[in-house]
């Protein structure tokens, strides 16, 4: 059986890509990669289906992210290695097109069930805090040292999953690697300033704005948050990142899950759940084609805001149900 670690080792080129909107997770997991296969002399390129967020400029002082045009060929590979997700739908239009390459799809996630998505090799576990901890620990079998770029891309993975090791993810292993990867000289206090202290002017009253969107539904066990396009066209237009409502209201006294709702401009909506506590949000989104972690889930709904609304209320109403059931 070919493994994971055979394919980096004998297969000669790869291209590097992830999910849409890559977040700090999957760029920092194809930084980590690309230079592993770099140290290895394989030509490697991350094609991304989106371009980067401008928090993460700093990356690309050392690492050059490229992302798909329809109109531009895409760069010579053997192998395409999906990192931080582990189905092409989830890859944009880029994603119909790696389909059609036919070439070798690899997946390296830590998420539930990614090992039956449509890599053909993987390297998946779900109980892994980052895709970057898992590029991490392939430089060790591998017996590849992590260089300085390296490191910073797995510490960004870290950051960004554990929120800077607050949630309930950030094991041993996170901070045995996060202890290792800032004595070999990582700066986390630039890279959190280059993350979040370059806001746009607007994005104080955005921040306000959106804030007071929120609903407590469910006896104030829900707090939900809809975002209208008219809304999502003026955050956007100021780079602002819409998830920073999610911290406060899961800060709520009684609160046990935080819904942010985005109307898209293709007419669907992309919902985020958090939970605290012991509610399954996964299952949740489940419903409707998502995926994620149990207390952190995302889906792309084909509906209307009005209805995604609904539905998310009577899917977390059911999840709040099963764990009192299984409490009782
Ligand atoms: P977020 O809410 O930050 O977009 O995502 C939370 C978690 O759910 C992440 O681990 C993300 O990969 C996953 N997720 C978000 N949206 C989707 C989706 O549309 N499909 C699947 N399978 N997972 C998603
Ligand atoms: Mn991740």
């Not at 998505?117 to 576990?125: A, L």
């Not at 090791?165 to 292993?173: G, H, L, P």
């Amino acid at each position: 059986m070919t493994t994971f670690l055979d394919v980096l080792r004998r297969r000669s080129s790869f291209l590097l890509t992830g999910h849409e909107n890559p977040d700090g997770d999957c760029l920092g997991a194809q930084v980590a990669l690309f230079r592993l296969l770099r140290a290895l002399g394989k030509p490697v390129h991350i094609v991304n289906p989106d371009p980067i967020g401008k928090g993460f400029d700093f990356l690309q002082q050392h690492t050059p992210f490229g992302h798909a045009r329809a109109d531009t060929p895409l760069p010579e590979f053997e192998v395409a290695v999906l990192l931080d997700c582990c189905q092409l739908s989830r890859v944009g239009a880029l994603g119909q097109r790696l389909a059609q390459s036919g070439k070798t799809i690899a997946v390296i996630d830590h998420h539930v069930g990614s090992d039956r998505g449509d890599g053909t090799v993987c390297y998946v576990d779900p109980t892994a805090a980052a895709t970057g901890a898992l590029v991490r620990r392939i430089h060790r079998e591998l017996g590849v040292p992590l260089s300085r770029a390296a490191a910073e891309g797995v510490f960004l993975s870290l950051v960004a999953d554990t929120g800077w090791f607050r949630y309930s993810n950030a094991d041993a292993e996170v901070f045995a690697m996060a202890s290792e990867l800032v004595a070999s000289g990582v700066d986390g206090s630039r890279i959190y300033d280059a993350l979040y202290r370059r806001n746009h002017p607007d994005s104080a009253t955005l921040l306000a704005e959106t804030l007071q969107r929120h609903r407590l539904r469910l006896s104030g066990k829900l707090a939900m948050v809809a975002l209208d396009k008219a809304l999502m066209e003026r955050c956007a237009r100021a780079d602002f990142d819409t998830d920073a409502v999610l911290d406060p209201l899961r800060s709520l006294d009684g609160v046990e899950v935080v819904a942010l709702l985005k109307e898209r401009f293709d007419g669907t909506v992309k919902c985020s759940l958090r939970a605290r506590a012991d509610v399954d949000v996964q299952q949740v989104v489940a419903a409707f084609g998502g995926g994620g972690h149990k207390k952190a889930a995302g889906a792309t709904m084909k509906m209307t805001l009005a209805e995604a609304e609904a539905a998310i209320e009577v899917g977390v109403q059911k999840a709040i149900a099963l764990v009192g059931a299984r409490r009782a």
